[in-house]
């Protein structure tokens, strides 16, 4: 954790890991695949937060076969007592406030955008545009994997998509308003 007692990445794959195998046993393949679509599409692609291994989390004694032994014969594993306390002490960690850097250069391009040329500025309102329009199918493709699963995360993908949604329209105007100055 951080000194804040925020996650770090690699501990956001670990509660990633240990809660969706909190469902009920699954094999080590279908668990990797749910852990990397669940986390592409949330943050794209990304080493830091698909460094952490399920093998690892086996040898910790956070998580243990119930049928074949390990990778190789793509065991069927179960969360143990000691990944039930880690899940626990994961999912109540607090939540850092958005610190991403790429907010940070979103938010330095609109503080000066307006000093660039304007084809410049427009080149960099498209690139907005490409990176809003993926974020948005990102969230659209996890929404769809989602459906009819228990818990809330359907609904907080609803509300970020309508939130991604609404930037989109905005950075079209705002490229529209550009265009014509």
């Known amino acids: 954790m951080f000194a804040d007692k925020t996650l770090t990445p690699r501990e956001a794959t670990r509660l990633c890991v240990l809660g969706t195998i909190a469902q009920g046993p699954m094999r080590y393949s ?3 695949t749910a852990v990397r679509h669940f986390i592409g599409r949330l943050s794209g692609p990304s080493l830091d937060l698909m460094g952490s291994s399920v093998e690892l989390m086996r040898y910790e004694g956070l998580v243990e076969p119930v049928e074949g032994e390990g990778m190789a014969d793509d065991a069927v594993l179960r969360i143990t007592t000691a990944g039930e306390d880690a899940f ?23 503080r000066f955008l307006h000093l660039l040329p304007q084809q410049d500025q427009e080149d960099q309102i498209d690139l907005l545009i490409d990176t809003s329009e993926t974020g948005l199918a990102r969230l659209t493709d996890l929404r769809r994997h989602m459906d009819g699963q228990a818990g809330y995360m359907t609904e907080w993908l609803d509300d970020e ?5 609404a930037r989109l329209v905005w950075l079209e105007d705002l490229r529209t308003r550009v265009g014509q100055e």
């Open 30 to 32: 279908e668990l990797a």
């Open 88 to 110: 626990h002490e994961l999912m109540t960690a607090p939540v850092r406030p958005a610190s991403d850097l790429s907010k940070l250069v979103t938010a330095l391009k609109f």
């Open 161 to 165: 998509i309508v939130r991604a949604e």
